[in-house]
């Protein structure tokens, strides 16, 4: 499997007993980006945080680029993978939180930087010429030294995702990446990444962006109840669904498309 | 009522008188201050001259330097085991949480002064601590470091517990998904950002432990206190040399003020 690529195999993980993904497939091709809708509840955020292991996985494998993550395949046997392997198997993956999650002590500039020096080790000159670069790109050049409490949720969801970027991952993950924001700053943040799914970048996107879903996903992928329930290209899953319950969930967020994003909002914080 | 605004800004305004409270209520407070201030200053069995005399004799001085001794050494005592009993406390080995919540409920439940007693008197226990004899090893101002250091690093560890969890979670999450181990995102994301939530509360802290030493004077830890006691137990001048003593704490504890303040502008940068 060349760079770039995703595969998840029959995920599982339950929460106090309760099954929050029951067995969860997904292939992710190099340069193709996922839009993962579905229902408040369906498990799409847990998803994302069992592929980079932030969660313990109950069951089921993933696998980036050619990389195992989580096991090390090893005389026939798969060993558990030590902190410091999965640490360096999540490189492959960025993340970008529904609450940007950005480090409140350090400048947007500081917190790309961060960790191509101390994960990466990288000369810090470079990366800062670097980091300054990817600043610019998400139109914050002039916002590099400012902390992440002077700057909006726009354009601190803008440094995360440059702070990901920084690392140069095979795939990036994005977390409902808009739905904390006031709505006059989504725009500049799907802006960001349709650029980076324009350059290429292999994405996978929990989003209540319908929209958005359908100009930039090659594919999406309905999730209810811990289960992909249907998966395809996005023009045919948006307007011509093979499943009941995927057509309900589309004809629910089209009539209500605020109440739905807000509804994932109170449930996450 | 008014029918117009015009012309209003011809009238005068009488303005409401807003601080007759504040006169009154500090008329009353100068008056009980002043009269207690002279009933004691005037009283013949207050001698002045003894005050002034044993201010700035040695033994005091000497006291003044054990007890900041002390209090330093406690701090530093405190502020490295309780940081580590808050790790452990935070920690996901059920282990070490139950060790370090074991620690706090004892040494937060037994009274400072039972504790210094019990060090002083190890000997009664253990007469020897191998090869030396115990009463060589626990001087009374070891017995008093030990008693002060294990006592506050119960209360120091829960303070420095609180600061970690007003950190948001989601920032370690962050610094996983950029490649970082637990322990990394502990030193470069939660330790810098959880100080500023410490500090006022330790500016407090430090105060308590200052006046706290006094409690060794039970053993003749050598403090201001305990000085303060030998003096008074040869010239029975008792409420005289009680206020040398506290005329020196109130100074080391307004210079203890200043610094914090001066600390706390720092971590605010």
Same mark, same amino acid.
Request: glycine fraction near 10%; proline fraction near 4%.
């Given at each position: ?8 195999? @029959?995920?599982? !993980? #339950?929460?106090?007993?309760?099954? *929050?993904?029951?067995?969860?497939? &997904? %292939?992710?091709?190099?340069?193709? +980006? ?6 408040? @509840?369906?498990? !799409? #955020?847990?998803?994302?945080?069992? *592929?980079?292991?932030?969660?313990? &996985? %109950?069951?089921?494998?993933?696998? +980036? ?205 | ?269």
């Amino acid at each position: 499997m060349s760079a770039g690529g995703l595969r998840l195999r @029959g995920l599982r !993980k #339950s929460y106090g007993g309760m099954p *929050v993904l029951r067995g969860v497939d &997904l %292939d992710v091709a190099p340069g193709e +980006v996922v839009c993962v809708i579905g229902p408040s @509840g369906s498990g !799409k #955020s847990t998803l994302l945080r069992c *592929v980079n292991h932030l969660e313990v &996985l %109950d069951g089921g494998f993933v696998q +980036v680029d050619d990389v195992l993550v989580g096991y090390e395949p090893r005389e026939g046997k798969l060993h558990e993978s030590t902190e410091r392997e999965v640490a360096r198997a999540r490189l492959r993956m960025g993340m970008v939180f529904q609450q940007f999650n950005l480090f409140s002590h350090l400048t947007a500039l500081r917190n790309v930087t961060l960790g191509p020096v101390k994960v990466l080790r990288r000369d810090p000159a470079e990366v800062e010429r670097e980091a300054r670069a990817l600043l610019d790109r998400v139109g914050l050049a002039a916002h590099a030294d400012k902390l992440p409490a002077q700057l909006s949720g726009g354009q601190q969801q803008r440094v995360a995702i440059a702070r990901a970027m920084a690392m140069r991952p095979s795939v990036m993950l994005f977390d409902e990446p808009t739905s904390a924001l006031d709505p006059e700053l989504v725009g500049e943040v799907l802006a960001v990444m349709r650029g980076l799914a324009a350059q290429g970048m292999t994405m996978v996107v929990v989003t209540h962006e319908i929209g958005f879903a359908r100009d930039v996903a090659d594919t999406v992928v309905f999730m209810d109840d811990g289960v992909v329930v249907e998966s395809g290209p996005a023009e045919r899953v948006l307007t011509d669904p093979s499943s009941a319950r995927t057509a309900a969930f589309l004809a629910h967020v089209r009539r209500h498309p605020e109440k739905e994003t807000d509804h994932a909002q109170n449930q996450q914080s | 009522m008014l029918d117009t605004l015009d012309g209003l800004d011809t009238l005068e305004v009488v303005r409401r008188r807003r601080f007759a409270a504040r006169w009154g209520v500090g008329a009353v407070l100068v008056a009980v201050l002043g009269w207690l201030v002279y009933t004691v200053a005037v009283s013949p069995n207050l001698e002045w001259t003894v005050i002034g005399k044993y201010f700035l004799a040695t033994p005091v001085m000497e006291g003044v330097g054990v007890t900041l001794v002390l209090t330093f050494t406690t701090l530093g005592v405190g502020l490295v085991l309780g940081a580590v009993l808050a790790l452990m406390r935070q920690s996901r080995n059920p282990v070490a949480v139950a060790a370090a919540a074991g620690y706090i409920w004892f040494f937060r439940g037994v009274p400072l002064v039972v504790q210094i007693v019990f060090w002083f008197n190890l000997a009664l226990l253990f007469p020897t601590l191998g090869f030396a004899p115990t009463n060589e090893v626990i001087t009374p101002f070891l017995a008093a470091m030990l008693g002060l250091g294990l006592h506050e690093a119960a209360y120091l560890a829960e303070i420095i517990r609180g600061g970690f969890l007003a950190v948001p979670r989601g920032q370690v999450d962050a610094a996983l998904t950029i490649g970082m181990t637990r322990a990394a995102a502990t030193r470069a994301i939660v330790l810098p950002q959880s100080i500023r939530v410490i500090l006022p509360a330790l500016g407090n802290q430090f105060i308590l432990i200052l006046k706290g030493t006094s409690l060794v004077s039970v053993i003749g830890g050598g403090d201001l206190m305990t000085r303060a006691q030998q003096i008074y137990g040869q010239n029975y001048q008792v409420i005289a040399l009680l206020l040398v003593a506290t005329g020196w704490y109130l100074i080391l504890v307004t210079v203890a003020g200043v610094g914090q303040r001066f600390l706390e502008r720092w971590a605010a940068r």
